[in-house]
Protein backbone atom coordinates (compact mmCIF):
# COMPACT_ATOMS: atom_id res chain seq x y z
CA UNK A 1 0.00 0.00 0.00
CA UNK A 2 1.62 3.30 -1.38
CA UNK A 3 2.96 5.39 1.62
CA UNK A 4 2.76 2.55 4.15
CA UNK A 5 6.14 1.90 5.70
CA UNK A 6 6.88 -1.82 6.50
CA UNK A 7 9.79 -3.78 8.54
CA UNK A 8 10.60 -7.20 8.35
CA UNK A 9 12.75 -9.53 9.64
CA UNK A 10 14.21 -12.69 9.56
CA UNK A 11 17.95 -14.13 9.70
CA UNK A 12 17.56 -16.17 6.59
CA UNK A 13 19.26 -14.50 3.46
CA UNK A 14 16.88 -16.02 1.19
CA UNK A 15 13.48 -15.67 2.82
CA UNK A 16 14.43 -12.10 3.29
CA UNK A 17 14.84 -11.38 -0.18
CA UNK A 18 11.61 -12.99 -1.15
CA UNK A 19 9.94 -11.11 1.52
CA UNK A 20 11.41 -7.29 0.78
CA UNK A 21 10.40 -8.02 -3.16
CA UNK A 22 7.27 -9.21 -2.48
CA UNK A 23 6.55 -6.46 0.00
CA UNK A 24 7.63 -4.06 -1.81
CA UNK A 25 5.66 -5.24 -5.08
CA UNK A 26 3.05 -3.63 -2.36
CA UNK A 27 3.95 -0.32 -3.20
CA UNK A 28 4.70 -0.04 0.32
CA UNK A 29 8.75 1.33 1.70
CA UNK A 30 10.23 -1.72 2.89
CA UNK A 31 13.16 -2.18 5.30
CA UNK A 32 14.58 -5.38 6.28
CA UNK A 33 16.97 -6.43 9.38
CA UNK A 34 18.91 -9.29 9.24
CA UNK A 35 19.81 -9.67 13.23
CA UNK A 36 18.10 -8.43 16.09
CA UNK A 37 19.91 -5.78 17.38
CA UNK A 38 19.28 -4.48 13.80
CA UNK A 39 15.56 -5.18 14.16
CA UNK A 40 15.53 -3.63 17.69
CA UNK A 41 17.43 -0.54 16.48
CA UNK A 42 14.56 -0.06 13.48
CA UNK A 43 11.66 -0.72 16.04
CA UNK A 44 12.65 2.10 17.96
CA UNK A 45 12.73 4.74 15.55
CA UNK A 46 8.83 4.33 15.39
CA UNK A 47 6.97 5.12 12.31
CA UNK A 48 6.23 2.01 10.91
CA UNK A 49 2.54 0.84 9.86
CA UNK A 50 3.79 -3.30 9.93
CA UNK A 51 6.28 -5.19 11.43
CA UNK A 52 6.70 -8.71 10.35
CA UNK A 53 9.10 -10.65 12.10
CA UNK A 54 10.68 -14.59 12.35
CA UNK A 55 9.80 -15.82 15.80
CA UNK A 56 11.67 -18.77 15.40
CA UNK A 57 14.14 -19.43 18.72
CA UNK A 58 16.82 -18.07 20.29
CA UNK A 59 14.52 -14.79 19.72
CA UNK A 60 11.05 -16.67 20.95
CA UNK A 61 12.72 -17.48 24.48
CA UNK A 62 14.19 -14.96 25.48
CA UNK A 63 11.70 -12.73 27.45
CA UNK A 64 12.90 -9.07 26.15
CA UNK A 65 11.03 -9.59 22.69
CA UNK A 66 8.07 -11.18 24.91
CA UNK A 67 8.00 -7.82 26.95
CA UNK A 68 8.52 -5.69 23.65
CA UNK A 69 5.77 -6.99 21.99
CA UNK A 70 3.67 -6.73 24.61
CA UNK A 71 3.78 -3.37 24.93
CA UNK A 72 4.35 -2.16 21.26
CA UNK A 73 0.57 -1.40 20.65
CA UNK A 74 0.95 1.15 23.75
CA UNK A 75 4.51 2.64 22.59
CA UNK A 76 3.77 2.38 18.92
CA UNK A 77 -0.06 2.50 18.21
CA UNK A 78 0.03 2.14 14.31
CA UNK A 79 2.20 -0.44 14.18
CA UNK A 80 0.45 -3.73 13.34
CA UNK A 81 2.21 -6.77 13.95
CA UNK A 82 2.81 -10.31 12.24
CA UNK A 83 4.78 -13.69 13.12
CA UNK A 84 6.09 -15.90 11.00
CA UNK A 85 6.94 -19.25 12.77
CA UNK A 86 8.48 -22.97 11.75
CA UNK A 87 7.41 -24.21 14.93
CA UNK A 88 4.46 -27.45 14.95
CA UNK A 89 0.33 -26.20 15.72
CA UNK A 90 1.06 -27.45 19.49
CA UNK A 91 3.91 -25.24 20.05
CA UNK A 92 2.54 -21.58 19.01
CA UNK A 93 -1.16 -22.74 19.75
CA UNK A 94 -0.37 -21.75 23.69
CA UNK A 95 1.73 -19.18 22.45
CA UNK A 96 -1.37 -17.19 21.13
CA UNK A 97 -3.52 -18.20 24.26
CA UNK A 98 -0.07 -16.61 26.77
CA UNK A 99 0.41 -13.54 24.34
CA UNK A 100 -2.63 -10.70 23.46
CA UNK A 101 0.02 -9.92 20.52
CA UNK A 102 -0.17 -12.98 18.88
CA UNK A 103 -2.99 -12.64 16.16
CA UNK A 104 -0.95 -13.53 13.02
CA UNK A 105 1.71 -16.54 12.71
CA UNK A 106 2.61 -17.37 8.87
CA UNK A 107 3.45 -20.97 8.57
CA UNK A 108 6.88 -20.84 7.23
CA UNK A 109 7.62 -24.50 7.08
CA UNK A 110 11.22 -25.56 5.56
CA UNK A 111 10.75 -23.13 2.93
CA UNK A 112 10.83 -19.23 2.50
CA UNK A 113 7.61 -17.71 2.51
CA UNK A 114 4.91 -17.61 0.48
CA UNK A 115 4.80 -14.05 -1.32
CA UNK A 116 1.41 -14.41 -1.71
CA UNK A 117 0.40 -14.76 1.65
CA UNK A 118 3.07 -11.87 2.98
CA UNK A 119 1.03 -9.82 0.50
CA UNK A 120 -2.47 -10.78 1.17
CA UNK A 121 -1.79 -10.59 4.78
CA UNK A 122 0.21 -6.39 4.57
CA UNK A 123 -2.61 -5.46 2.55
CA UNK A 124 -5.47 -6.72 4.63
CA UNK A 125 -3.87 -5.07 7.94
CA UNK A 126 -2.70 -1.83 6.08
CA UNK A 127 -5.67 -1.14 3.80
CA UNK A 128 -7.48 -2.36 7.33
CA UNK A 129 -9.76 -4.43 4.60
CA UNK A 130 -10.33 -7.66 6.02
CA UNK A 131 -13.21 -9.28 4.81
CA UNK A 132 -13.73 -11.30 1.26
CA UNK A 133 -12.70 -15.28 0.46
CA UNK A 134 -11.54 -13.85 -2.81
CA UNK A 135 -8.47 -12.01 -1.73
CA UNK A 136 -6.85 -15.26 -1.15
CA UNK A 137 -7.73 -16.66 -4.69
CA UNK A 138 -6.17 -16.13 -7.76
CA UNK A 139 -7.72 -12.76 -10.06
CA UNK A 140 -10.41 -14.01 -11.90
CA UNK A 141 -11.72 -16.85 -9.67
CA UNK A 142 -14.93 -16.37 -8.52
CA UNK A 143 -16.39 -18.66 -5.70
CA UNK A 144 -19.90 -20.11 -5.88
CA UNK A 145 -22.40 -18.87 -3.03
CA UNK A 146 -25.00 -20.43 -0.78
CA UNK A 147 -27.20 -18.96 1.83
CA UNK A 148 -27.47 -21.15 5.13
CA UNK A 149 -30.72 -21.30 6.08
CA UNK A 150 -32.22 -24.81 7.52
CA UNK A 151 -30.11 -27.05 9.41
CA UNK A 152 -32.45 -29.87 7.21
CA UNK A 153 -30.91 -28.75 4.35
CA UNK A 154 -27.12 -28.73 5.70
CA UNK A 155 -26.27 -32.38 3.81
CA UNK A 156 -27.30 -30.67 0.51
CA UNK A 157 -25.24 -28.09 1.28
CA UNK A 158 -22.62 -30.74 2.08
CA UNK A 159 -23.45 -32.66 -1.09
CA UNK A 160 -23.46 -29.53 -3.50
CA UNK A 161 -19.35 -28.62 -2.30
CA UNK A 162 -18.39 -32.50 -2.28
CA UNK A 163 -19.84 -32.77 -5.92
CA UNK A 164 -17.43 -29.73 -6.99
CA UNK A 165 -14.92 -31.26 -5.14
CA UNK A 166 -15.46 -34.53 -7.32
CA UNK A 167 -15.44 -32.23 -10.51
CA UNK A 168 -11.93 -31.04 -9.68
CA UNK A 169 -10.79 -34.53 -9.60
CA UNK A 170 -9.90 -34.72 -5.91
CA UNK A 171 -9.76 -37.96 -4.29
CA UNK A 172 -11.78 -39.71 -2.11
CA UNK A 173 -9.17 -38.64 1.50
CA UNK A 174 -9.26 -34.67 0.40
CA UNK A 175 -13.24 -35.10 -0.69
CA UNK A 176 -13.85 -36.33 3.00
CA UNK A 177 -12.19 -33.75 4.45
CA UNK A 178 -14.03 -30.98 2.62
CA UNK A 179 -16.75 -32.80 3.59
CA UNK A 180 -16.21 -32.35 7.38
CA UNK A 181 -15.27 -29.07 6.89
CA UNK A 182 -18.17 -27.75 5.73
CA UNK A 183 -20.40 -29.60 7.59
CA UNK A 184 -19.18 -27.78 10.69
CA UNK A 185 -18.84 -24.83 8.93
CA UNK A 186 -22.77 -25.14 9.04
CA UNK A 187 -23.14 -25.99 12.18
CA UNK A 188 -21.41 -23.26 13.31
CA UNK A 189 -23.30 -20.45 11.03
CA UNK A 190 -27.16 -22.34 12.57
CA UNK A 191 -26.48 -23.48 16.07
CA UNK A 192 -23.31 -21.62 17.08
CA UNK A 193 -23.77 -18.05 15.42
CA UNK A 194 -26.97 -16.42 16.29
CA UNK A 195 -27.45 -14.36 18.97
CA UNK A 196 -30.98 -12.43 20.62
CA UNK A 197 -30.99 -8.45 21.09
CA UNK A 198 -29.14 -9.01 24.18
CA UNK A 199 -26.54 -10.58 22.62
CA UNK A 200 -27.19 -14.23 24.31
CA UNK A 201 -26.40 -17.43 21.71
CA UNK A 202 -29.78 -18.26 20.55
CA UNK A 203 -29.55 -21.65 19.52
CA UNK A 204 -26.35 -22.94 20.86
CA UNK A 205 -27.71 -24.95 23.48
CA UNK A 206 -30.06 -27.43 21.42
CA UNK A 207 -28.94 -30.64 20.47
CA UNK A 208 -27.57 -30.64 16.97
CA UNK A 209 -30.38 -33.09 15.83
CA UNK A 210 -33.39 -30.58 17.04
CA UNK A 211 -34.08 -28.50 13.77
CA UNK A 212 -33.68 -24.90 13.44
CA UNK A 213 -34.71 -22.49 10.68
CA UNK A 214 -33.00 -19.03 10.86
CA UNK A 215 -34.62 -16.28 10.15
CA UNK A 216 -34.10 -13.65 7.58
CA UNK A 217 -32.03 -11.48 9.86
CA UNK A 218 -29.82 -14.78 10.99
CA UNK A 219 -29.13 -16.22 7.65
CA UNK A 220 -25.39 -16.89 6.95
CA UNK A 221 -23.11 -17.66 3.61
CA UNK A 222 -21.32 -20.26 2.82
CA UNK A 223 -18.62 -19.85 -0.17
CA UNK A 224 -16.41 -22.26 -1.91
CA UNK A 225 -14.24 -22.20 -4.53
CA UNK A 226 -10.64 -23.46 -6.24
CA UNK A 227 -7.46 -21.58 -8.29
CA UNK A 228 -5.65 -24.43 -9.12
CA UNK A 229 -3.63 -24.01 -5.56
CA UNK A 230 -6.08 -24.10 -2.65
CA UNK A 231 -9.33 -25.68 -2.00
CA UNK A 232 -11.10 -22.50 -0.56
CA UNK A 233 -14.53 -22.60 1.75
CA UNK A 234 -15.87 -19.61 4.05
CA UNK A 235 -18.42 -19.14 6.21
CA UNK A 236 -19.92 -16.02 6.87
CA UNK A 237 -22.20 -15.28 10.16
CA UNK A 238 -23.88 -11.60 10.52
CA UNK A 239 -23.18 -11.36 13.93
CA UNK A 240 -19.32 -11.30 14.80
CA UNK A 241 -19.76 -12.89 17.85
CA UNK A 242 -16.78 -14.96 18.07
CA UNK A 243 -13.37 -13.80 19.66
CA UNK A 244 -9.94 -14.67 19.84
CA UNK A 245 -9.82 -15.94 23.00
CA UNK A 246 -12.66 -18.35 22.52
CA UNK A 247 -10.91 -19.67 19.50
CA UNK A 248 -7.61 -20.01 20.71
CA UNK A 249 -8.96 -21.85 24.25
CA UNK A 250 -11.07 -24.42 22.06
CA UNK A 251 -7.92 -25.12 20.23
CA UNK A 252 -5.69 -25.41 23.31
CA UNK A 253 -8.72 -27.40 24.98
CA UNK A 254 -8.67 -29.86 22.32
CA UNK A 255 -4.61 -30.03 21.75
CA UNK A 256 -4.06 -30.81 25.62
CA UNK A 257 -7.07 -32.49 26.82
CA UNK A 258 -8.34 -34.53 23.79
CA UNK A 259 -11.65 -33.58 21.32
CA UNK A 260 -13.42 -35.77 23.36
CA UNK A 261 -13.70 -33.14 25.91
CA UNK A 262 -15.96 -31.84 24.17
CA UNK A 263 -19.96 -32.20 23.80
CA UNK A 264 -22.00 -31.32 20.76
CA UNK A 265 -25.05 -32.55 22.84
CA UNK A 266 -23.58 -29.79 25.18
CA UNK A 267 -23.79 -27.14 22.32
CA UNK A 268 -19.90 -26.97 22.49
CA UNK A 269 -18.59 -25.20 19.21
CA UNK A 270 -14.62 -26.73 20.09
CA UNK A 271 -14.74 -29.96 19.23
CA UNK A 272 -15.85 -28.62 15.43
CA UNK A 273 -13.76 -25.71 15.43
CA UNK A 274 -10.62 -28.48 16.14
CA UNK A 275 -12.08 -30.47 13.55
CA UNK A 276 -11.97 -28.04 11.08
CA UNK A 277 -8.44 -26.44 11.86
CA UNK A 278 -6.73 -30.07 11.89
CA UNK A 279 -8.05 -30.67 8.13
CA UNK A 280 -6.47 -26.93 6.75
CA UNK A 281 -3.60 -25.85 5.64
CA UNK A 282 -4.80 -22.24 6.47
CA UNK A 283 -6.97 -20.98 8.70
CA UNK A 284 -8.19 -17.35 8.88
CA UNK A 285 -10.82 -15.83 10.87
CA UNK A 286 -11.87 -12.20 10.54
CA UNK A 287 -13.88 -10.58 13.18
CA UNK A 288 -15.88 -7.22 13.57
CA UNK A 289 -17.49 -7.58 16.86
CA UNK A 290 -21.02 -7.03 16.85
CA UNK A 291 -21.28 -7.28 13.40
CA UNK A 292 -19.81 -9.99 11.25
CA UNK A 293 -17.38 -13.42 11.62
CA UNK A 294 -15.84 -14.44 8.21
CA UNK A 295 -14.37 -17.94 8.52
CA UNK A 296 -12.14 -18.93 5.91
CA UNK A 297 -10.60 -22.70 5.19
CA UNK A 298 -7.71 -23.38 2.53
CA UNK A 299 -6.72 -26.79 2.04
CA UNK A 300 -3.09 -27.07 0.02
CA UNK A 301 -3.72 -28.78 -3.12
CA UNK A 302 -0.07 -29.43 -4.07
CA UNK A 303 1.31 -31.67 -1.46
CA UNK A 304 0.92 -35.18 -0.31
CA UNK A 305 -1.52 -35.78 2.01
CA UNK A 306 1.32 -37.10 4.05
CA UNK A 307 3.17 -34.31 3.61
CA UNK A 308 0.03 -31.76 4.29
CA UNK A 309 -0.07 -33.78 8.14
CA UNK A 310 3.22 -32.58 8.36
CA UNK A 311 3.29 -28.89 7.71
CA UNK A 312 2.51 -26.46 9.87
CA UNK A 313 -0.78 -24.37 9.72
CA UNK A 314 -0.62 -20.46 9.13
CA UNK A 315 -3.27 -19.46 11.39
CA UNK A 316 -4.53 -15.40 10.93
CA UNK A 317 -7.14 -14.04 13.85
CA UNK A 318 -8.00 -10.15 12.00
CA UNK A 319 -10.01 -8.10 14.26
CA UNK A 320 -11.53 -4.80 13.18
CA UNK A 321 -11.05 -1.85 14.81
CA UNK A 322 -12.79 0.43 12.26
CA UNK A 323 -16.88 1.63 12.63
CA UNK A 324 -19.16 -1.40 10.58
CA UNK A 325 -19.59 0.92 7.92
CA UNK A 326 -16.37 1.20 6.88
CA UNK A 327 -15.77 -2.36 6.55
CA UNK A 328 -15.70 -3.22 3.09
CA UNK A 329 -17.73 -7.14 2.50
Known amino acids: MRGSRVLFFDPDPKSLR ?14 VAADEKALLNKIEIDGYDLLMVNYDPPMR ?20 LVLHVTSSTEDYLPLMAERRYVRNLIAKNDEPLEPE ?7 KLLRRDLF ?27 REVSAYAERLGCNER ?11 LVTNA ?23 TLEEHEVGTLEFACDGDYIALSQVDPFGALTQ ?18 SDASGGAGIGLFRVFQSLSKFIVNIQAGRKTEVICLIDLRVSMKRFRQLPKSFHIFISDEPASEVRA
Open 18 to 31: VAERALIATGSDVD
Open 61 to 80: ADPKWGQLFDRLEVRFPKTR
Open 117 to 123: ELIITAE
Open 132 to 158: GLDKYLLWGVQPYRLQIRDSREKLNYV
Open 174 to 184: MIEMIETTVDE
Open 190 to 212: IYNAPRDKEGRPRYAKLSRREPV
Open 245 to 262: DTIVNYLNRCLVKGPEQF
